[in-house]
């Protein structure tokens, strides 16, 4: 199982980038796809989950609003569309995928992408 995330930069603050997390080796359509992210010296935490064919979507708090994730189950694709950029949104972002219920805990999640940078300037 591979999944690959992409799309991370530098933007400034209040603008958007889109995040891609491209699966390969699993049957997409049974997995819920989760985005987390890390910021230096802080714990990994949850941003958004979808749901195997896209129906539900959770998200954080912190990021409801400004964050929309989405998935392509033919293109076996999930995308985090991030607006509305914060400095507090920097941090490397994960994909990762579980086969079961959507959960917002990384314990939970059986696979996991190798991130992507997201740095947001004030």
């Known amino acids: 199982v591979q999944l690959q995330a992409f799309g991370g930069g530098l933007v400034q603050a209040g603008g958007s980038l889109r995040l891609s997390c491209a699966a390969s080796g699993l049957t997409f359509s049974d997995y819920c796809m989760g985005w987390f992210r890390q910021a230096p010296g802080k714990e990994r935490e949850f941003v958004a989950v979808?749901?195997?064919?896209?129906?539900?979507?959770y998200y954080a708090e912190s990021v409801k609003g400004r964050f929309t994730i989405s998935r392509d189950n033919a293109k076996n694709t999930v995308y985090l569309q991030t607006n509305s950029l914060k400095p507090e949104d920097r941090a490397v972002y994960y994909c990762?995928?579980?086969?079961?219920?959507?959960?917002?805990?990384?314990?939970?999640?059986?696979?996991w992408g190798q991130g992507t940078q997201v740095t947001v300037s004030s």
């Open positions: 990762a995928a579980r086969r079961a219920s959507p959960s917002n805990s990384p314990n939970m999640y059986d696979f």
């Open positions: 979808i749901s195997w064919r896209g129906a539900s979507t």
